[in-house]
């Protein structure tokens, strides 16, 4: 599986953006889909999943409530809705497929929130 993010860009605090994550190969029906996201000398985390088939998704406190992921079967695309921007959401997002044991990533985008 070869995932590749896109839709990163500026955007002022209170905005929204919409990310998308690309899968070449397999489709991502049986993967749960994750997006985590890395700051400036900060350690990769967690954002948000979304669980196979059944859709079933959990976020972290920090963006609950303003972050939603949906999936397109059909397209073989996952997507990050976020709204309510803050800068503190500033970093380079990736999303991840796993499916049992295995773990795939894809190159990041990067999302910078202005105050």
């Known amino acids: 599986v070869q995932l590749q993010a896109s839709g990163g860009g500026l955007v002022q605090a209170g905005g929204s953006l919409r990310l998308s994550c690309v899968a070449s190969?397999?489709?991502?029906?049986?993967?749960?889909m994750n997006w985590f996201r890395q700051a400036p000398g900060k350690e990769r985390e967690f954002v948000g999943g979304i669980h196979r088939r059944g859709g079933t998704m959990h976020f972290a406190d920090s963006v609950k409530g303003r972050f939603t992921i949906s999936r397109n079967s059909a397209t073989n695309m996952v997507y990050l809705q976020m709204n309510g921007l803050k800068p503190e959401d500033t970093a380079v997002y990736y999303c991840s497929a796993g499916l049992g044991s295995l773990v795939y990533w894809g190159q990041g985008t990067l999302v910078t929130v202005s105050s």
């Open positions: 190969g397999p489709t991502l029906g049986n993967y749960v």
